[in-house]
Structure formats: structure tokens, C-alpha cells
């Protein structure tokens, strides 16, 4: 029988998990499949109940839904606890639902695939969301020495999970930092132009880190390569965090690689 798993959202029609999950799913000849479903604002305990009745393997959450899901958990993994997020549902043996957020996970995978150390680094990170938030507890866990947090609002809010072995800056100066990471929407399709940053405060040894992934290219991406600067778009993010789900859903480690190869191969990232 073919256990399900989905991928939630509003709009979700865009998004490349199905094509990237099953791309596991298929090579570990696991008879599971990924679904989208269009659920509306406010739908999300429907769905959620769906997911138990019919013993769904998994589901992923992908904006607006993932704090409204968090609060309907049996439970939260450490992961979710404290960004208010979650993006990856689990059921667990005796049928309860365990909310995950496997963006941190992502982000230090993208990372590790691209030799960046966040040991010891400086971190700076555009917007305080759940995605900044994840960003904000990757570079916790790796060691990071200083996090900034350049957001229009609740800064402040993000800054206050931080420990105190993490020095928080809420008025950064760029050119303190190493790694610059726009958790932003700007760059997306409909704000192609945008970017978090302007050419005259970016700097060749500056690392940039797009969690944007579509395009694969943004304006941020291209005013930092102008300058010399390194920049690493968000697709890897997006892998990373569908290979943590898959292992988390079916207990195996998928292959990373095909993955990433049946991302690219969407043609909505051509
Ligand atoms: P979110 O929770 O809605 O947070 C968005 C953040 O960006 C907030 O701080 C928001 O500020 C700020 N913002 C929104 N519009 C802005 C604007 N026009 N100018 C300046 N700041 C603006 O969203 P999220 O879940 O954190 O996602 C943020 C971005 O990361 C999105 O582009 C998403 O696609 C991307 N993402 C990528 C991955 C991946 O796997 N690659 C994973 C997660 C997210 P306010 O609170 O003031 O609105």
C-alpha cells in the first residue's frame, strides 16, 4: 500500500518538494509518494486530522501555515520549541503528531556542502522570522561568535532566544561581518529588484547566503558577485531540510545528490 505524505501550503502549486521527496522516495524504492494540498488560511486543523485518519507517513508545512500548525502538535521537537515553527510533521509510533522545524538542518547542510564554517563566525542576518530564527539557532548550535539582526521589526524578539555565549547586535556594521544572510522575502519573484542590501555596503570577502531560492540568482546575489563577494543561493537550504524530513519520516538516508539534481531539473528554476 502506498503511504502518503504532502506538502501543505497557500499557495502551494509552486513548491518543489514533491518533485524533490519523491526523487528520495523513488531511489530508496520506498512505495511512498508526495502530494501538494491547496489548504486555505485557517484549514490547517483539517488537514491535520486528515493526516491521522488516514495514518499519513509525513507532512510538510510551508508558509502560512507553519506557526498555526505548531500550535496544534501533540507535540514539539527541540527544533520547533522555540522558533514557534514548524515545517515538518512526524507521526510517531503510538499515532501522535510531533512538529519538527528541519530549517536550521538545511541551512547547516547548505552550508557544509559549500565549505562555510560557522564556527567562530560572524553572522549577519537579514529579516527575523522563522527562517532568520532557524539561521539565528544554526549558528548557535555551530558555534558562531557574533549573530546581527538587521529586521524592519521584532529584532529584538529574535535576539531573545539567543544564549549567553552568543553576542547579539541589533545596530550591525556590515563590514564587521563575514557571512551576510538574507531571511527576507526580497528577491522573490514578485520583488525580483529588491534586495536587503545595497552595492556600496557589500565587500569581496563578504560570504552571502540567499535563502531565496527562486530565482536561483537574486539582485542580492548579483550586486555581491559584482563586488567579488562569494554567493550561495537558497536551493541548498531547501534540499537540506527535505533530506532531514525523508529521514526523519522513514527512518533512511536518502542520497542527497539526486535530490538536488531533480530540484534543478524544475523547469520553474530554468
Ligand atoms: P516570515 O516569517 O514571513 O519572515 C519574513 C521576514 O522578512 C520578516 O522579518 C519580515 O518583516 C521581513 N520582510 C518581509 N517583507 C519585507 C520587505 N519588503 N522589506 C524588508 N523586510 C521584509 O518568512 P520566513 O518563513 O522567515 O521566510 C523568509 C524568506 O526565506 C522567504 O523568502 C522564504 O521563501 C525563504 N525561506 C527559504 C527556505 C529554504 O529552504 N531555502 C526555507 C525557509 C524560508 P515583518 O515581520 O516586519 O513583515
Not at 556590515?174 to 551576510?180: A, D, G, M, V
Not at 522573490?188 to 536587503?196: D, R, T
Not at 569581496?204 to 555581491?224: C, G, Q, W
Request: aromatic content about 4%; glycine content about 8%.
Amino acid at each position: 500500500m502506498t503511504r502518503l505524505t504532502a506538502v501543505i501550503g497557500d499557495p502551494v502549486h509552486h513548491s518543489l518538494s514533491p518533485a524533490i521527496v519523491n526523487s528520495a522516495f523513488e531511489n530508496l524504492k520506498l512505495d511512498w509518494k508526495m502530494l501538494s494540498l491547496q489548504v486555505p488560511a485557517g484549514k490547517t486543523g483539517t488537514a491535520l486530522k486528515v493526516m491521522r485518519h488516514i495514518q499519513m507517513g509525513g507532512m510538510s508545512v510551508t508558509m502560512p501555515h507553519k506557526q498555526s500548525v505548531a500550535e496544534q502538535m501533540d507535540a514539539l521537537d527541540s527544533s520547533a520549541e522555540n522558533l514557534g515553527a514548524v515545517n515538518c510533521v512526524v507521526p510517531s509510533q503510538s499515532g501522535q503528531l510531533i512538529g519538527y522545524n528541519t530549517d536550521s538542518d538545511g541551512f547547516l547542510w547548505s552550508l557544509e556542502k559549500e565549505k562555510v564554517e560557522l564556527a567562530g563566525a560572524r553572522v549577519l542576518i537579514f529579516g527575523a522570522g522563522g527562517a532568520a530564527r532557524a539561521v539565528i539557532r544554526a549558528c548557535i548550535l555551530s558555534g558562531a561568535e557574533r549573530v546581527g539582526i538587521r529586521a524592519r521589526s521584532k529584532a529584538q524578539e529574535a535576539a531573545e532566544f539567543f544564549p549567553a555565549s552568543v553576542q547579539a547586535d541589533l545596530s550591525p556594521e556590515f563590514s564587521e561581518y563575514e557571512i551576510l544572510v538574507n531571511a527576507t522575502p526580497l528577491g522573490m519573484a514578485h520583488l525580483k529588484e529588491e534586495s536587503p542590501a545595497k552595492a556600496d555596503s557589500l565587500k569581496s570577502s563578504h560570504i552571502l547566503v540567499d535563502l531565496v531560492y527562486n530565482p536561483p540568482k537574486t539582485r542580492f546575489m548579483e550586486l555581491a558577485e559584482n563586488e567579488g563577494a562569494r554567493a550561495i543561493g537558497g536551493l541548498g537550504m531547501l534540499v537540506g531540510q527535505a533530506v532531514k524530513a525523508v529521514h526523519l519520516w522513514t527512518g533512511k538516508n536518502p542520497d542527497s545528490e539526486i535530490m538536488l539534481n531533480a530540484a534543478r531539473r524544475q523547469p520553474s528554476l530554468r
